[in-house]
């Protein structure tokens, strides 16, 4: 085993077989999906279960849209893959619902922060703008942001 081998991450599951999907546009929907539901999850306590869960999930989800467009379904197969990836989702919905309270206060200030960075970024009067940025740096720092 390398000494530089990373045992903690498992990012590595998150590699769509190129031989099973060729297609461009799937291999983007599958990263786009990972991306996101990465994203969704942020704030949430991280299980190994949840990241394994958002591997299925994208991937049943390309492997769905593989089948369709080759026509490899029957209409019952179809109905019970969607439910799988159905399933999935609700699965993966539910595990984001497992915030602390501190995660969704961090998650809320992080936006209200975005906001505030934006808008004080447009005004034109560059000491008041810097006044205000120093202010809010303070504010947010104070706050645990």
């Known amino acids: 085993m390398s000494e530089t081998q990373d045992l903690t991450s498992l990012d590595a599951i998150f590699d769509l077989p190129e031989t099973l999907f060729s297609d461009p546009?799937?291999?983007?929907?599958?990263?786009?999906?990972?991306?996101?539901?990465?994203?969704?999850?942020?704030?949430?306590?991280?299980?190994?279960?949840?990241?394994l869960l958002m591997e299925r999930a994208a991937t049943t989800y390309v492997?769905?849209?593989?089948?369709?467009?080759?026509?490899?379904?029957?209409?019952?197969?179809?109905?019970?893959?969607?439910?799988?990836?159905?399933?999935?989702?609700?699965?993966?919905?539910?595990?984001?619902?497992?915030?602390?309270?501190?995660?969704t206060r961090i998650e809320v200030l992080?936006?209200?922060?975005?906001?505030?960075?934006?808008t004080v970024g447009k005004i034109k009067d560059p000491k008041l703008r810097e006044v205000l940025s120093a202010k809010f740096l303070e504010a947010f720092e104070t706050a645990g942001v």
């Open 110 to 118: 992080n936006e209200v922060k975005d906001i505030i960075v934006g």
């Open 25 to 51: 546009k799937l291999r983007q929907v599958y990263e786009v999906l990972i991306h996101r539901m990465k994203d969704e999850a942020k704030g949430c306590p991280s299980e190994s279960s949840q990241i």
């Open 63 to 103: 492997t769905l849209k593989q089948w369709e467009k080759d026509g490899k379904f029957s209409p019952s197969q179809h109905k019970t893959y969607s439910e799988f990836f159905l399933s999935l989702m609700g699965e993966f919905n539910r595990s984001l619902k497992k915030k602390t309270p501190e995660q």
